[in-house]
Structure formats: C-alpha cells, structure tokens
C-alpha cells in the first residue's frame, strides 16, 4: 500500500533561516505528490504538486521542493522563513487505483522563532 | 465559486445521536472524498464517491455512511456517534483522471470540527 512519511513531527527554525522538511513516500509507479499546508483552525492550502517533468517544482510563497526518484523523496525548501510561515505541513501522494485519493503523512508542525 | 463548502463549522454531539455533514461543490467535479484528522496521524480517507450516484469506502469507513445523490453534494452520516468520532473532518473534490492527469489535484473544504461526548 502506498504511504507517506515525514520524519520530523516538529521542526523549530529562526525568522530568517532556511527550511528544509522532508518526505518520503512508497508508490510503485510515478508517483503524483503534494505539499499542503495548514494554519491553525484552518483548512488545507496547496503548496505544490508535482505530476512530472521537471524534478524542481516552485510552489506559492516562495516554496520549492525537489523530486527524487531514487530517493523516493519530495523535500520541501525555503530559503527564508518569515514568521507567517509557522503551521502544520503535509505530504502526500495520489492513490491512482482508488479514486485518486490522498495518502497524507502525519505532517510537521513548523514553529518560527524571532 | 466558492469552492468547496462545508456545513457545519462546528458541532457538539452526545454518544449515540446522528448527524450529517453537507459537503458541496460548484467546480463541476466529478470525485469528492471525505478526510478525518487526528493529531499525528495526518488526514485518512473515510469514504469517497468517483461520480453522481456512487460511493466506496476509504481507509476507516466504519461508523460512517454517505451518498452522493447529486454531482454537487456528498453527505456523510453518523447513525450512531461515538467518542472516537470526535475529529475534524475534511471534504474535498477533484476532476477524474481521465480529464488529464495535471487536473486531479484536490480542493479541500474549510472543515467541520465534531465533538462527541
């Protein structure tokens, strides 16, 4: 069965700092992957998708992530963390035989320090 | 378009009452899903419907039943709430895979917070 994992439950970084969270999943074919992102009280925001070509997405609010097969990884960056910043992040991976649904990883809570 | 919208926002139930959430959507989507979080456990799939009319169960579907007797709408019932029940749960919808793989990303609905006592 396909799954996610993120590793870091949480993840604390100073405004201004660079971010990376990462991802792995378990898919067997081409894998179609997200990163959404969840305010408290909110609900969830894309971030991201990536469906093919270039392994370098660019998200909105300045995220990236970068696919690697090999690595069967989709980490999140960012340059430079704003305060704003601070939420819960998630990734996930299509499930192509039921429906397309999402299979989420436990997500990580990003908090920002000033 | 509002997108994907769900009613209601909050709601307080006792163990053993029923109830329905009303997902629904105005982007003419064909798939609409049903999603539970808890803490730690990230969002898993209750049941989702691939069309007007059809429905199948996710990963935890027991204690939960929908229908999807119009494109626009789904509906999740409760028969019998337990405290277990007690989550934030998630509407969201998308374009089948067969209108092209770059359309089936997923729009989420704002939530509904339930809590069973």
């Known amino acids: 069965a396909q799954s996610v994992t993120q590793p870091d439950i949480h993840i604390t970084v100073s405004e201004g700092a660079s971010l990376e969270l990462r991802c792995n999943y378990s898919?067997?074919?081409?894998?179609?992957l997200f990163w959404y992102v969840q305010s408290p009280g909110q609900g969830l925001q894309l971030l991201l998708k990536y469906f093919s070509g270039d392994t370098l997405v660019q998200g909105i609010k300045g995220f990236e992530a970068e696919f690697k097969r090999s690595q069967s990884s989709f980490n999140l960056r960012k340059p430079s963390v704003h305060w704003s910043d601070a939420a819960e992040y998630f990734c996930?991976?299509?499930?192509?035989?039921?429906?397309?649904?999402?299979?989420f990883g436990a997500g990580t809570i990003l908090r920002v320090k000033s | 378009n509002a997108g994907v919208t769900q009613t209601p926002k909050f709601r307080v139930l006792k163990t053993g009452q029923s109830m329905t959430l009303l997902c629904a959507q105005d982007m003419n989507h064909e798939y609409m899903y049903w999603y539970r979080q808890d803490p730690g456990m990230g969002l898993r799939l209750i049941h989702y419907s691939v069309g007007e009319g059809t429905t199948a169960k996710g990963e935890v579907p027991d204690g939960y039943n929908v229908s999807r007797l119009k494109k626009q709408n789904f509906l999740l019932g409760l028969e019998s709430a337990a405290p277990s029940q007690t989550s934030v749960y998630f509407c969201a919808s998308s374009y089948s895979r067969q209108v092209g793989t770059r359309n089936n990303e997923q729009f989420f609905g704002p939530g509904t917070r339930l809590t069973v006592l």
């Open positions: 996930a991976v299509t499930d192509m035989e039921y429906g397309n649904k999402l299979v």
């Open positions: 898919y067997g074919a081409t894998p179609y």
